[in-house]
Every structure is written in C-alpha cells, then in structure tokens.
C-alpha cells in the first residue's frame, strides 16, 4: 500500500508522477544525459521521477512536449505530450502521461 507522504507527489486523478526540474538544474541534467547528443534540439525539463523525460523538441519551429524513455535511441521513439507547458499543465493531473503514440 502506498503510504500517505508518497500519494502527495502523484496527480489525481490520473495517478501519474511528475517531476519538473529546477531551473538552476535544467542545464546540468541535459548535459549529464547527454540529451543533445541523442536528441539533437531537445532540453529535457522533467520526467515521471524514473526513466521517462519530458522534453522540448527545439528543432521545431514550434517546439512541443515530448516524452522520452532516458535510453531511447532516437526522436522516433517520442511521444507527443503537448503543444505548450500550459496545455500539458491542464491536461496532466486528468489524463497524466500519454503512453502511446496518437494514432492518426
């Protein structure tokens, strides 16, 4: 059962984890995943507190919110969050991470 201090750090109720870093943080924890190596464009801004990133794609002319597995290969395996901060702000405590690539 999880005990009360870790509910506090889940959305409800989508149940999900989030985590934003710090802005003091941003630099030192793209540069120690090597984000831009792999993910040319990308500054990663958060994550699910695991292995999951939540990114910027600035190689967009209208960067979008991305989720990225920490060992992901390439930009083909990331997942749409939001167009903005603000929507993905809105729709995460409902919905929390979309897991799946939309289908069209």
């Known amino acids: 059962m999880i005990g009360e201090s870790e509910v506090k750090d889940f959305f409800r109720p989508a149940n999900d984890f989030l985590e934003l870093f ?3 943080d941003v630099v030192g ?4 995943g090597e984000i831009q190596a792999r993910f040319p464009g990308a500054v990663a801004v958060g994550g699910d507190g695991s292995r999951e990133l939540l990114v910027y794609d600035f190689g967009e002319p209208a960067p979008p919110l991305l989720l990225l597995e920490a060992s992901a290969n390439d930009w083909s395996e990331a997942i749409f969050q939001a167009g903005s901060l603000t929507e993905f702000l809105r729709a995460f405590p409902a919905r929390g991470w979309l897991w799946e690539p939309e289908t069209s």
């Open 22 to 24: 710090a802005i003091g």
């Open 29 to 32: 924890v793209n540069t120690a």
